[in-house]
């Protein structure tokens, strides 16, 4: 006692493709001021407030990041790899503290990944 198998129904259905184009996949880069700092950052949000907070010339910890915006110790040191050194292109330097590594921004030398978009660019 086999069952036969039913046939698959066929939809024939017209329906038009939109062809509206969305929003571009690429990224403007940001503009960065002759100080290192970014000159188009929105204010009040938690990535200027990190910003700030290493361009502090004492520095900051990853627990002083972590209690100032909620985020959790992995996602702060993606931030700070990925935002911070490779898309924004500032200097990050960490050095070990007293209380644990420091993190600040150095305006001093300029960041290989910025160097590295400025050649792209050009």
Do not use: C
């Not at 198998?5 to 939109?18: H, I, L, P």
């Not at 110790?73 to 790899?81: C, I, K, T």
């Not at 007293?98 to 792209?120: C, L, T």
């Amino acid at each position: 006692m086999t069952r036969t198998k039913s046939k698959r129904k066929t939809v024939t259905s017209s329906r038009m493709m939109k062809t509206a184009k969305g929003k571009s996949s690429t990224r403007p880069a940001p503009v960065i001021a002759a100080s290192g700092a970014v000159a188009k950052m929105r204010a009040g949000t938690k990535n200027a407030q990190v910003v700030s907070m290493l361009q502090d010339r004492a520095g900051t910890t990853i627990a002083a990041i972590v209690a100032a915006t909620g985020w959790q110790q992995h996602s702060v040191r993606g931030f700070l790899a990925g935002v911070v050194r490779k898309k924004l292109g500032l200097n990050l330097v960490s050095e070990p503290g007293e209380s644990g590594r420091v993190y600040r921004i150095v305006n001093d030398v300029a960041s290989p990944a910025k160097a590295d978009r400025v050649k792209q660019a050009a």
